[in-house]
Antibody
């Protein structure tokens, strides 16, 4: 069974940093594109980053480019999202996604003073 | 960026009746390889989104056959032939021919 378990969310002040992690199991992690998708409270879905299988390619929308960095450790079946210079509008549930098929349960990030 | 526009944004349907959701993209989603990068998700209350249909019309394993997807190029439709109570939630279309973008979501409720 595919499992994606996010961690690292919490309350952070504007301008602060946070690192999210995703522990993957039940599939061949090193063969999968991985993504982070977020959902602000009561809002729709927004893709925020993805990374190819060996980590050599990372992609971001303009809303987070230069502030967020996606990375992976294939030896540990783990995905990460380093978030810097956080803003109130980054407040959301952040989902770890394998390909487009499998989604974790999400971790809540709240940016507030 | 490719903009995905869904209509309607909300839908109230009597059980057993059909439902239809439209999704239009600002650019063609047809790859040079002949495949079309259009996907449908359902997010039930308090849950993560679940993929229902990939590449326009391919139902995932376990998805009831009352769900069907159609369309081409820039115009796509998700149809539910006979709505059931368990179909309640928010439906999203998504493209990933370029950097992924989602539609705004269509909220389906039961009358």
């Amino acid at each position: 069974e595919v499992q994606l378990v996010e961690s690292g969310g919490g309350l952070v002040q504007p301008g602060g940093s946070l690192r999210l992690s995703c522990a993957a199991s039940g599939f061949t992690f090193s063969s999968s594109w991985m993504s982070w998708v977020r959902q602000a409270p009561g809002k729709g879905l927004e893709w925020v980053a993805n990374i190819n299988q060996d980590g050599s390619g990372e992609y971001y929308p303009d809303s987070v480019k230069g502030r967020f960095t996606i990375s992976r450790d294939n030896a540990k079946n783990s995905l990460f999202l380093q978030m810097n210079s956080l803003r109130a509008e980054d407040t959301a549930v952040y989902y770890c996604v394998s390909g487009i098929t499998h989604w974790g349960q999400g971790t809540l990030v709240t940016v507030s003073s | 960026d490719i903009v995905m526009t869904q209509t309607p944004l909300s839908l109230s349907v009597t059980p057993g009746q059909p439902a239809s959701i439209s999704c239009k993209s600002s650019q063609s989603l047809l790859h040079s390889n002949g495949r079309t990068s259009l996907f449908w998700f359902l997010q039930k209350a308090g849950q993560s989104p679940q993929l229902l249909i990939s590449e326009v019309s391919n139902r995932l394993s376990g998805v009831p056959d009352r769900f069907s997807g159609s369309g081409s190029g820039t115009d796509f439709t998700l149809k539910i032939s006979r709505v059931e109570a368990e179909d309640v939630g928010i439906y999203y279309c998504m493209q990933n021919i370029q950097l992924p973008t989602f539609g705004q979501g269509t909220k389906l409720e039961i009358k």
